[in-house]
């Protein structure tokens, strides 16, 4: 079983930059897709970004060409880049990780979330 722990939210302007991480241990972290997900007050949990083992991303449309994911295996890492931030971007993000177990269902584990908070 993994653990996740996420780091790098806080208070940004309009416009501003922010880089996210997300630090694995416990297991072999280059058989997990990984992904970050977010949740703003009073809203459902969204997928964000992903990034398969094999190096693959897919992304929401809202933060498409804004936000860039990309994982370190060697490092047991992923990373989100989020550039020209917006106050819809504000909300508590989650680090995800995903993998089938030994039955074939897929198992999600997460992180502890980071309050990302877009704002003049």
């Known amino acids: 079983q993994v653990q996740l722990v996420e780091s790098g939210g806080g208070l940004v302007q309009p416009g501003g930059s922010l880089r996210l991480s997300c630090v694995a241990s416990?297991?072999?972290?280059?058989?997990?897709?990984m992904g970050w997900y977010r949740q703003a007050p009073g809203k459902q949990r969204e997928l964000v970004a992903a990034i398969t083992t094999g190096g693959s991303t897919n992304y929401a449309d809202s933060v498409e060409g804004r936000f860039t994911i990309s994982r370190d295996n060697a490092k047991n890492t992923v990373t989100l880049q989020m550039n020209s931030l917006k106050p819809e971007d504000t909300a508590v993000y989650y680090c995800?990780?995903?993998?089938?177990?030994?039955?074939?269902?897929?198992?999600?584990?997460w992180g502890q979330g980071t309050q990302v908070t877009v704002s003049s």
């Open positions: 995800n990780g995903q993998r089938a177990d030994v039955a074939g269902f897929l198992r999600n584990y």
């Open positions: 416990g297991s072999i972290f280059s058989s997990y897709a």
